[in-house]
């Protein structure tokens, strides 16, 4: 009997041809399913149905913001002790000649949990009572590249699939006239990594994040000419025709396929992404609770209100994205200057945010994740600059998240008294990443892609479901 190519590599040695065939075909049939995008049932109940993700790049310091350490008054303007249980850069920087910052601003507490917060945002500090802290996360390195790849996509080094791709590939979307992962970056520039930090990966070109530009006209042709809506559907109809044809004599057609589907949700935004983008029929009253009424409120003020409006249409993920160029939360000096902007530029908005979720029956079933790459340092090794700033922090990074199936006003974690690490055992990014999962009602091992003969998940080689701060 005449063996085929696929029999060859089957009985290949040890069958591992046929494993790396069943891997090429894998993208490919999935891509050709009816709707890769088609809302999918949750591994298990969880109330979160759909995620809110606010990216603080650069790396937020922890002690201006969330963390009381008031041994950095105490001892401001002297040598910090050596850094214990810490490698590289932190352990060579600590035991260096430095001196300990002090807080920028002086801390009070909020809510029934008398959760610490910074002076320097208020409005947040109104909130505390919905979120749930993590402290004490490590990163797997200390520069801002790979550590932002690690954030937002589980792995340090480029080529993975961004946290939104993973939840749309494992959800689908609620709403078939909008995708399903939309990204809203910061308007002063890029974000680090670019497009590959939202990207989908080695999953299906279907999951990738499409980015919404800053300004008015947030997707480009948006308004066909009127005259012109029956020819293009036409033109539609025809390149769609010979794409399926070029497809079905094709494997590993995962990128056409997308483009296909894009070309059909591309026409079908034209109908439905202008009252999207519409602010103008919201009120005064959320305008202002968002900041839009303030110059340095309003562009991270319209990203929130953007999100919330996406969320409410069935937009599955929505990554909001604060920080870039020289305008990034990286304060290596001047911080009496530079935290405080930072901080204005946000917090309004993102207790607008919270609170408009809320007052809608919105917060229950989404969930609001606050993250950046790493945190800071307490001390500066500039010991002669006037405007001190904070180093790179592997060891020190604070997440925040609220609504979708939290216990609110919850802790898990702490970091030593000077704010440099875990106080006990470290919590891996890797722990936030599977809890992410859990709240959204995925398992982070059913979760999983096979790519180059090994099946890829979120959390590599596993992380710990933080249980502590789920509800």
């Known amino acids: ?78 040598q910090m002790p050596k850094a214990e249980r810490t490698t590289g850069e932190i352990a060579t920087f600590s035991a260096a000649p430095n001196r300990i910052i002090p807080p920028q601003a002086a801390f009070k507490q909020y809510g029934s949990t008398g959760r610490w917060v910074s002076g ?10 919905d979120m ?26 480029p080529g993975s699939a961004s946290i939104g791709a993973w939840v749309t590939y494992g959800l689908g979307s609620e709403n078939r ?31 990738q994040g499409t980015l919404f530009r800053n300004g008015s006209t947030p997707i480009v042709d948006l308004h066909p000419r009127p005259e012109a809506v029956a020819s293009q559907r036409k033109e ?12 079905a004599e094709r494997t590993n057609t995962s990128e056409l396929d997308a483009r296909i589907a894009s070309f059909e949700l591309a026409f079908r935004m034209q109908s439905r992404a202008p009252e999207l983008v519409d602010l103008s029929g919201e009120t005064a009253a959320t305008r ?53 902007t930072h901080c204005k530029e946000v917090d309004k908005p993102i207790a607008g945010l919270l609170k408009d979720l809320k007052s ?21 090794n500039n010991l002669t600059t006037d405007k001190p700033g904070r180093d790179h922090n592997q060891y020190g990074l604070v997440i925040w998240m609220a609504g979708g199936g939290i216990r609110p006003g919850s802790t898990f974690g702490a970091t030593d008294d000077f704010s440099v690490r875990a106080a006990d055992d ?24 096979l790519h180059a003969g090994r099946y890829k998940k979120l959390t590599d080689i596993g992380g710990r479901v933080i249980k502590e701060i789920v509800a």
């Not at 759909?50 to 990216?55: A, E, M, N, S, V």
């Not at 909008?178 to 930090?197: C, E, H, K, Q």
């Not at 539609?236 to 497809?247: A, F, I, M, P, V």
């Open 1 to 78: 009997m005449k063996k085929t190519r696929r029999d060859m590599l089957l009985d290949s040695y040890l069958g591992l041809g046929g494993l790396a065939l069943a891997d090429m075909l894998a993208p490919s049939a999935l891509a050709a399913s009816a709707d890769p995008l088609a809302p999918k049932p949750q591994h298990h109940f969880a109330k979160a149905k759909r995620c809110i993700f606010l990216f603080m790049e650069g790396g937020v310091a922890q002690m201006d913001t969330f963390e009381h350490k008031p041994m950095l008054t105490k001892y401001a303007g002297q």
């Open 120 to 129: 320097l945002l208020p409005e947040l500090a109104t909130t505390v009572d």
């Open 132 to 157: 749930a802290f993590i402290h004490g996360i490590k990163v797997d390195n200390n520069n801002h590249a790979p550590a932002v790849y690690h954030s937002l996509t589980g792995n340090q080094f």
């Open 177 to 207: 006239d909008l995708p399903g992962f939309i990204v809203m970056g910061d308007r002063r520039g890029s974000t680090i990594g670019g497009a590959s930090v939202w990207g989908n990966g080695f999953l299906p070109a279907a999951y």
């Open 236 to 247: 539609l109809d025809l390149l769609k025709w010979l794409n399926e044809k070029h497809s």
């Open 288 to 340: 202002k609770l968002y900041g839009l009424d303030e110059e340095i409120t309003e562009p991270f003020g319209t990203q929130c209100l953007m999100a919330r409006r996406m969320v409410e249409r069935g937009v599955r993920f929505v990554k909001v994205m604060h920080g870039a160029g020289g305008d990034r939360w990286d304060d290596h000096g001047n911080i009496g200057e530079r935290i405080p």
């Open 360 to 380: 809608r029956g919105m917060l229950d079933d989404t969930l609001v994740v606050w993250a950046s790459e790493m945190g800071r340092t307490p001390f500066d």
């Open 426 to 449: 470290e919590i891996p990014l890797r722990d936030v990443h599977a809890t992410l999962l859990h709240l959204l009602g995925l398992n982070q091992n059913r979760l999983n892609y």
